[in-house]
């Protein structure tokens, strides 16, 4: 055993251990910051609604990632009410940006819940719950671990200015180990 061997086992460790320190996987976040109608038709008796939903996104980790298509649920009182489909895409490392996702609502859905709708016009609030599954994969050096993001959003909007009250997120990070 050479006199460099103990120092390189030590460095090796040191590395080691500070990669499993900062490397350990965050959730990543996500905040509504604002919600653009874009196109409201009536047509007797379908009311047909869509919205540009304005997201930001922080990938708190120290790899990039990759994620696949997927689609955004939107619930009033319960009830589906809309989607709205997010994009394949990449957020680089320790980043955060702002994507803009077409949201497309039920008029008949919302009709259903008419008492209910009116009531919230006259309060000027309106609770909404969102609800997505995002997958994809975090390259580390050649490998490629995947992971699936379960986010769940309850959010207070104005529904006449269409601003955003309050919100409250949650995201939960599941990696596969193969």
């Not at 309060?123 to 994809?136: K, S």
């Not at 009250?165 to 180990?177: A, G, K, P, T, W």
């Amino acid at each position: 055993m050479g006199i460099w061997t103990p120092a390189l086992i030590g460095a090796a460790t040191a590395t080691a251990t500070a990669a499993i320190i900062l490397g350990k996987p965050r959730d990543p976040t996500f905040h509504l910051t604002s919600i653009t109608l874009s196109t409201f038709k009536f047509h007797f008796p379908v009311l047909d609604i869509e919205l540009i939903l304005t997201i930001h996104v922080t990938n708190p980790n120290i790899v990039p990632i990759q994620y696949s298509a997927s689609t955004m649920y939107i619930f009033y009182d319960g009830c589906l009410l809309g989607s709205a489909p997010i994009e394949a895409d990449s957020q680089p490392a320790k980043s955060c940006r702002l994507i803009r996702i077409p949201a497309r609502l039920d008029g008949i859905g919302l009709a259903h819940h008419a008492s209910r709708l009116v009531a919230d016009l006259a309060r000027r609030e309106m609770a909404l719950d969102a609800e997505v599954d995002i997958e994809g994969t975090a390259k580390v050096l050649w490998w490629a671990h995947r992971f699936r993001v379960h986010v769940e959003s309850h959010i207070i909007v104005d529904p006449l200015f269409l601003d955003v009250i309050d919100q409250e997120n949650r995201s939960e990070l599941e990696l596969f180990v193969a």
